[in-house]
């Protein structure tokens, strides 16, 4: 069984890369200490802040 937190990451999303994105993706990686799924949160959470400041700049 697994660990038990206050924020379960119960979704899984899958995709193909190819060996060059790989890559690049283990390099990302390798240079933020952190592992694949922690990265790519990260980068998707970054993308949405940007989002967000975007929208809202757009509203004024």
């Known amino acids: 069984m697994g660990r038990k937190t206050g924020n379960p990451s119960n979704n899984i ?5 190819n ?6 993706l283990q390099k ?3 240079e933020s ?3 694949i799924s922690s990265f790519m949160r990260s980068v998707l ?8 400041m975007h929208d809202e700049y757009l509203d004024h």
Request: charge should be neutral.
């Open 33 to 35: 200490g952190v592992n």
């Open 45 to 52: 959470k970054q993308s949405f802040d940007c989002q967000i």
């Open 13 to 17: 999303i899958a995709f193909r890369i």
């Open 19 to 24: 060996d060059e994105e790989m890559r690049h």
């Open 28 to 30: 990302k990686v390798t």
